[in-house]
């Protein structure tokens, strides 16, 4: 089992910038990759970033030279730098954690932090 807490959502003005974090706890010498989703009012949640142990990301084309994805394996956490917000990057963000046990794979998720950006 791997367990998410994310931090760091929050207001801010369209143009802005604003941190995010997520920390895993459990079995997180399991974990293979981790990202961020995002899920507005009434849509479908959708892939923002995700990167793999060895630094490998990947990020949607909504997104891409707007937000940077890393990650600390020390400390089994992720982070989502977003900047230059736009108004349509509102929404709830999940962090997600996909491990595996065996032959056998997993995907967790976080409760997620909401970000709200105005215009």
């Known amino acids: 089992q791997v367990q998410l807490v994310e931090s760091g959502g929050g207001l801010v003005q369209a143009g802005g910038s604003l941190g995010l974090s997520c920390a895993a706890s459990?079995?997180?010498?399991?974990?293979?990759?981790m990202g961020w989703y995002r899920q507005a009012p009434g849509r479908q949640r959708e892939l923002v970033a995700h990167?793999?142990?060895?630094?490998?990301?990947t990020y949607a084309d909504s997104v891409k030279g707007r937000f940077t994805i890393s990650g600390d394996n020390a400390k089994n956490t992720v982070y989502l730098q977003m900047n230059s917000l736009k108004p349509e990057d509102t929404a709830v963000y999940y962090c997600s954690a996909n491990w595996v046990n065996g032959i056998s794979a997993y995907d967790n998720w976080g409760q997620g932090t909401q970000v709200t950006v105005s215009s």
């Open positions: 990167i793999s142990r060895g630094g490998t990301t």
């Open positions: 459990g079995r997180t010498f399991a974990i293979l990759r």
